[in-house]
């Protein structure tokens, strides 16, 4: 085939060079994978704490009897060291546990029955000490007024809300007596084989780093949680002391009652102070000729617990354990919400054993985003 003179090949186009690589400049890519590992991880939180609340009554026992028999599990092995079966040192731990708690709550009930038939009285009564407010409430209603809100009378004085708390109250914070036999028997039976639970855990795994990896997290588990069990009720009864000597030295009536309601109320982190501070002023005000009078039991009360939460905890117990306040607070609202004062009670010990699983399973030597 004859080539014309006009007809010459073009001249190849040179290869285009590769663009500079300006990763570092680019923005990261979020990959399909990534986007649906972290929507299934959503998922399976999310069903998992919807089963937790659906089926409180059967995990919030059987979880509370792991955490409580974990704590415990020193006493029983110090028991077992000393000849003693470890069925019989469980019944007798669980047996103590249980008269102590049985204690506690009749000095807590007896002045609540004694109070309880004069209840309008003492709200009549409450209510008259408390016209001090009359003021700043009538300004209140009438900023509401001025600012298009409720039709309230601005000469309206101070009233105290009705509400139907006791029945509400004690559901709320009583089990169920199915539910309190499920945390017994769970409670005794974890005791009794925790050595056997343990041995299996560890030997769930194949390789021996993994055991003793495994078996490095259960030990320090059960040394914090029983740690933390010990230093917390020493610091508590601690508390409460202090509080049934102030409230004798002021004149409070019951102080024994209220001694051990506070040394109840402390095993849960800042709500548990607060709730006994608003009862202490209740109890003064109530007791006490005038507001001024009524108010000195309740302001020791506050500067004891600022010190003992500022000082003295953080030093045995923060420093021990390294619990973020914020941390603290946040699981004490979740479970709070999910399992009511229960799981405020168990907010401290399942962070404690999160803790521990995160300092083993993501440790500080592990790859960290880089610095700026």
Known sequence: MRVLPNERAA??????????DSKADQPPVIRRAEVVAFALVSLLVISIVAVLYVAKAFFLPVTMAFVIGTMLAPAARYFEQRRIPRAVSAVLIVAAACAVVAFIVGLIAAPVIEWSPRLPELGSLMKDKLHVFDGPVRLWQQLQL??????????????LPKIEWVQPTVEFLSPTFAEFLLFL??????????????RAIVMTFGD??????????????????????????????GVGVATGIICALAGMPNPAALGALAATLNFIPIIGPVFMFVILTVVGVIA???????????????????????????????????????????????????WGPMGAFLAS?????????KDHLLPDDSPQLPGH
């Open 146 to 159: 001025a600012l298009g809100g409720s039709d309230a009378l601005p000469g309206a004085s101070f009233t």
């Open 185 to 198: 028997a769970t409670l005794i039976l974890f005791i009794v084989s925790w050595p056997d639970l343990r």
């Open 288 to 338: 006490f000729p005038t507001l001024g009078a009524g108010m000195l039991g309740p302001a020791a009360f506050a500067a004891m617990t600022f010190l003992e939460g500022h000082f003295l905890t953080p030093v045995i117990v923060g420093r021990r354990l390294q619990l973020n306040a914020l941390a603290v607070f946040v699981a004490l609202a979740f479970w709070t919400w999910l």
């Open 349 to 357: 010990p399942i962070l404690i054993v999160g803790l521990v699983l």
């Open 11 to 20: 001249p190849a186009e040179p290869a285009s060079k590769p663009l500079p």
């Open 208 to 237: 021996r780093e993994s055991r003793l990896r495994t078996l490095r997290i259960v030990n320090e588990i059960e040394e914090h949680l029983g740690g933390y069990l010990l230093m917390v009720t020493v610091i508590n009864l």
